[in-house]
């Protein structure tokens, strides 16, 4: 069975400071893949990441930054110098190739930038 | 190029009636997939479909069901419907089945479903 885990279910920041959202998953697939998607208030789900599980990569893009460890089974996303228009509830979610493209998603992180 | 469209954007509709929802795809995907998400139980997987077949099915009732036609176009229909149906309904569009594994899914942004 696949599950994520969002541990954090509300998260408070100043602007400008820094943010991470943690995301561990469990599976017995070898194959897998790792998504963050943002949703704002208008309701619709926002793709920021994809990565394999073969892929274990940081990658770095502008802002947002994303820590992938198999060895703990986490996919933590860091947000630097956060902004007001950071504010929105963010999604991990995994998927498996023998359930086609079905999402496991995990309950989300409600993140809010204070000015 | 365009998104994901759904329509309605809003609907409220009373218990045991039935509801259809639309979802057009990004052109090009051929794979549509629909959940459910409630503050509850978030997002729950209803199904998905590629080329117009049924790839894969959550664990929802029969009540729950949906096509995808020629053009990739998808409809879910909920029939006799429950005030426990009252949710965000989000249609997810993506290339469907390919080499590079499993892709990225593109959202709409959703029906808001109200069953009273």
């Known amino acids: 069975a696949q599950k994520v885990t969002q541990a954090q279910t509300e998260i408070s920041v100043v602007e400008k400071e820094d943010v991470t959202l943690d995301c561990v998953y469990e599976t017995r697939d070898t194959t897998y893949y790792l998504f963050w998607y943002k949703q704002p208030p208008s309701g619709e789900l926002v793709f920021l990441i994809r990565?394999?599980?073969?892929?274990?990569q940081n990658e770095i893009s502008g802002r947002y930054s994303w820590n992938f460890q198999k060895s703990t089974s986490s996919f933590n996303f860091t947000i630097t110098a956060s902004q007001v228009v950071d504010s929105a509830v963010y999604f991990c979610?995994?998927?498996?190739?023998?359930?086609?493209?079905?999402?496991?998603f995990g309950t989300g992180t409600s993140l809010t930038v204070i000015p | 190029k365009a998104g994901v469209t759904q329509t309605p954007r809003y609907l409220i509709k009373t218990r045991g009636q039935q509801v259809t929802l639309s979802c057009s795809p990004i052109?090009?995907?051929?794979?549509v997939s629909w959940y459910q998400q409630t503050p509850g139980q978030g997002l729950q997987f209803l199904f998905e479909?590629?080329?117009?077949?049924?790839?894969n099915k959550g664990n929802f009732p029969g009540r729950f069901s949906g096509r995808q036609f020629s053009n990739s176009r998808s409809e879910m229909n909920v029939s006799t419907l429950e005030l426990g149906d009252s949710a965000l309904y989000l249609c997810a569009s993506s290339l469907g089945p390919r080499q590079g594994g499993n892709t990225e899914a593109f959202f709409g942004q959703g029906t808001r479903l109200t069953v009273v």
């Open positions: 052109s090009g995907h051929r794979s």
């Open positions: 479909y590629f080329s117009e077949t049924q790839r």
């Open positions: 990565r394999n599980s073969f892929d274990e």
């Open positions: 979610a995994l998927s498996v190739t023998n359930t086609g493209n079905q999402f496991y």
